[in-house]
């Protein structure tokens, strides 16, 4: 299946007027909410370029687990319809609070058969990729703010054998995904500044 890019504004709602008929067009929808005008990046035919999915999937972050029962919050998860895992890594350097890291992942694969997402808030993902695939990461998210060479991190990561996917903040524009959006499984667009403790909504 394939999905289509769809934007509007914050106040926008996905209506039956306005949403693609799924069944008929044997697409998924997907909804990248903003509060500014700035266009979509667009490909040579002027058209919005589309991305391949396979669903909208659910990916709770642990972020919002007890850490004192993480294995059973991860097990209810998925009794809930979960997808796949979100594990919020940060480094206290490119946002300002530090979270977990790959000791977490691997107690986690331990305990779960669903694919564990780690999104690395984090100033050098390159240097902890290794790492975390060790401990049994299956995809990853890197953000495009302070990457000084985003394709190269993106490669590392397909080259492991590992799903990438990119992360903007929510005050960068959708137009820088324009470049790299034919190299990456993933889009996560922020609707809060990384690193707050509140709940991130976001179209996958």
Known sequence: MRARAWRGTEDSKLT?????????????????ISGDSRPMPRDRNGECPEIES?????????LAA?????????AEAKRAGA??????????????NISMG??????LRRVTRLPLETHMMISDPDRF????VEAGSDSFLVHWEGNANLHRTVQRIKTLGKRAGV?????T????????????????????????PRPVAAVC
């Not at 067009?25 to 909804?31: I, L, Q, V, Y």
């Not at 790959?102 to 107690?107: E, H, L």
């Not at 992360?167 to 005050?171: D, E, K, R």
């Not at 524009?173 to 809060?192: G, H, K, R, S, Y």
């Open 129 to 132: 990729l290794d790492e975390f």
């Open 54 to 62: 396979d669903a909208v999937k659910i990916a709770p972050s642990i």
């Open 66 to 74: 007890d850490f004192a029962c993480l294995g059973e919050q991860v």
């Open 173 to 196: 524009p959708a137009a820088v995904l324009e470049e790299i959006l034919p190299d990456v499984d993933q889009v996560l667009v922020m609707t809060v500044d990384p690193g707050l």
């Open 16 to 32: 039956p007027e306005n949403k693609p008929n799924a069944a008929a067009e044997n697409h998924t929808f997907m909804a990248f």
């Open 83 to 96: 997808d796949r895992i979100h594990i919020d890594v940060m480094d206290g350097h490119f946002v300002p």
């Open 167 to 171: 992360v903007i903040n929510p005050a």
């Open 102 to 107: 790959a000791p977490i992942v691997a107690s």
